[in-house]
């Protein structure tokens, strides 16, 4: 349904999300930031709840999950959440893959948050380095060969395709110039002396595995428009507003039925006086929200690097009010935005995996033994 008027109730500010006068502004709000909208003005910050249950936020230390990957060349990622449109795992492989892989199930994007190494694909090699997006699409043979000890890569996947978001009034140039796509040169890769090559191939739930005679990535050509690319962050050209602090929409990059890939990067920081500058209260009615602070900084502090935050679909979240204090107080003296954060938006709600709701048990028998 369209927005057939906008109305304007009791005391609110003269413009949404400007000049609050002592107010919490709190978004609710349909289709992702996109639909119809309410800004309710509260006299309360919104997120300080007590909750019975298991509809909650939920904050992983990512550089404290051992994914089976990280010990066994074998091993396969940890999933840590899941729904009929996507699963969103981690991997921290530390040794290449002596097998490849064939996800038959969906696409998938892995995102560099540390380690260097390579991506041997049948269209050829892709290297990759922290701020990379690797993307691989459905069916397609490639393995993962780390050249350090330390990876750590978000992985998401997804039953439909990825297809670059489409970007509209903006050009061909913003958010980001298509030419900086990196996509892989043919190289046929020999044999290292095996007698067979293993492709493990995941199909729904389920894998098998395919034997060659010959390393399958043996593609001397290829031509089309379906291929493996990667895309560093460092050449997004951030949309942004001197007046306003914009939705998180306008900075989506991929997009696949149900699934919304996007990040928040550095930037100047609103200048406006009386814009705020931390995203408001919102409980996004249609998205769960999932993110990786990938580094950098806010309002001078060091952002929990490695750390994946959950909000599921219509609970309140945001920055406490003490920091959204501190951003204005601090508007003439920070005039830039420092982030670095990878998010994934999911239409239908994301499920944790049994492996998460078991490590969460085992967490919190260890904090009651103690």
Not at 4 to 19: I, M
Not at 245 to 253: I, Q
Not at 263 to 280: C, D, I, Q, T
Not at 356 to 370: G, I, P, V
Request: proline share 7%; net charge negative; charged share 30%.
């Amino acid at each position: 349904m369209k927005s057939f008027v906008n109305l304007n109730k009791g005391r609110t500010p003269r413009q949404a999300h400007v000049d609050l006068d002592g107010l919490k502004d709190d978004e609710l709000g349909r289709g992702g930031f996109s639909g119809r909208a309410a800004q309710l003005y509260r006299r309360n910050d919104p997120t300080k709840y007590r909750v019975e249950g298991d509809y909650r936020l939920r904050n992983l230390n990512g550089n404290k999950l051992s994914p089976a990957d990280m010990d066994d060349p074998r091993g396969l990622p940890l999933a840590l959440f899941e729904n009929a449109d996507c699963r969103v795992s981690i991997s921290r492989r530390r040794e290449p893959m002596p097998m490849y892989a064939r996800n038959a199930a969906g696409d998938e994007s892995f995102f560099v948050h540390r380690g260097t190494g390579s991506f041997e694909t049948e269209f050829g090699t892709i290297v990759y380095e922290p701020g990379d997006y690797v993307i691989i699409p459905k069916a397609t043979t490639y393995r993962v060969v780390p050249r350090t000890d330390d990876n750590f890569f978000l992985i998401c996947e997804t039953v439909d395709e990825l297809i670059v978001a489409d970007f509209g009034v903006f050009g061909r140039h913003a958010p980001f110039d298509p030419t900086l796509i990196t996509t892989p040169e043919p190289q046929v890769l020999a044999s290292d002396g095996r007698d067979e090559w293993e492709v493990l191939v995941r199909h729904g739930d389920d894998t098998s595995s395919l034997f060659y005679a010959h390393n399958p990535c043996d593609v001397e050509g290829w031509k089309g428009d379906l291929f493996p690319f990667k895309f560093n962050i460092r050449d997004w050209n951030v949309i942004m507003s001197d007046t306003l602090h914009l939705p998180p929409s306008v900075h989506n990059f991929m997009t696949a039925d149900g699934v919304i890939l996007c990040h928040f990067l550095p930037r100047p920081a609103e200048g406006r006086a009386g814009v705020e500058r931390v995203p408001y209260y919102h409980r996004n009615a249609d998205y769960d929200e999932l993110i990786l602070y990938h580094g950098g900084t806010f309002l001078g502090q060091e952002l929990p690097t490695g750390l994946i935050a959950h909000s599921p679909q219509g609970i309140h979240h945001g920055a406490p009010e003490e920091l959204r204090e501190l951003a204005r107080a601090t508007h003439d003296e920070i005039d830039r935005v420092d982030w670095q954060m990878i998010s994934i938006d999911t239409r239908r709600p994301l499920r944790p995996t049994r492996a998460l709701r078991d490590y969460e048990q085992r967490k919190a028998a260890e904090k009651n033994s103690k």
